[in-house]
């Protein structure tokens, strides 16, 4: 019987520690079982965290949709600048000109952890708006045309940045080529034409698989071929390409059909009613 109660007495013990050991870690740990809601936090600390997930993401997109319009409004005003310089209207150079820095002055500088906007875009905005403003102030034409290319380019990279979902940026450099051939073909830059020849045809070749791929851009691609082609072989034989204002012209034509092959349809007004609703409602009137 001895024997037998201090077994009885060791296994008590054990079974009690046991206990003890199973009753400390239900305590020492937070109730987190299935079946149960954890403690909601006071509207205090749960109002501060919200209101700042709440707010960081919506002005965000306010803020490059802002920069995106801005971009576009400078954009129109080069080229309202150019045709003024075209025109040798220097007094209204001068005024698109005044307009243009004020709207671009202000603009929030992109920061170095930004992938898709580099930081020296607004060093060289900078550089060549200092550029075009000595060219003006001398009205010299051919460096105020120089200068706006280069803004043009730059601006109009960055709008595409900004605000395209989908649209290729080589539609940007094209646009941007097309006026450097222009420019250097007038001047009789041999050197730089046959430059901006050889990236306008590189560029196309990079362009056009997906504008052909695209729907109705079979046609404009074969079309803007054919344009490429007479621009490079009238600069490999002569600095000054023959029917230079006709092709730009229908290059530019061209571009803008390509740049409306990836631009999203309008919505409607009242996107709710379907066209069969619309006929309807149209017939009942």
């Not at 002005?59 to 309202?80: F, H, I, N, S």
């Amino acid at each position: 019987m001895t024997h037998k109660s201090s077994i009885t007495a060791v296994v008590l013990a054990g079974l009690t520690l046991g206990s003890f050991a199973l009753v400390s870690s239900y305590i020492s740990k937070k109730p987190n079982r299935p079946g149960m809601t954890a403690i909601a936090p006071s509207p205090t600390q749960a109002a501060a965290p919200a209101a700042v997930a709440a707010a960081t993401p919506s002005r965000q997109p306010t803020a490059e949709k802002r920069m995106y319009e801005d971009m576009g409004q400078a954009v129109a005003l080069l080229d309202q600048l150019r045709d003024a310089v075209l025109a040798s209207d220097w007094a209204a150079a001068q005024t698109r000109f005044a307009e243009f820095t004020n709207k671009t002055r202000q603009l929030p500088a992109p920061q170095l952890n930004q992938a898709e906007l580099s930081p020296l875009w607004p060093d060289f905005l900078a550089l060549y708006r200092v550029e075009l403003a000595r060219a003006l102030n001398e009205q010299h034409a051919g460096n105020a045309r120089f200068a706006l290319n280069q803004l043009y380019a730059i601006v109009s990279e960055l709008r595409a940045r900004l605000g395209s979902h989908g649209m290729p940026l080589e539609i940007v450099r094209l646009n941007f080529l097309v006026r450097e051939v222009e420019l250097w073909s007038q001047l009789n830059n041999e050197a730089l034409l046959r430059e901006r020849v050889n990236a306008l045809r590189e560029t196309w070749q990079d362009l056009r698989p997906v504008i052909a791929a695209r729907r109705n851009g079979r046609e404009t691609a074969a079309h803007f071929d054919t344009l490429v082609e007479r621009i490079v072989t009238g600069s490999s034989n002569t600095t000054a390409v023959p029917d230079l204002a006709a092709l730009i012209t229908d290059c530019n034509k061209d571009l803008e059909q390509m740049d409306n092959l990836f631009r999203r349809p309008v919505r409607p007004a009242n996107p709710t009613t379907s066209s069969g609703n619309a006929a309807k409602n149209a017939a009942e009137d």
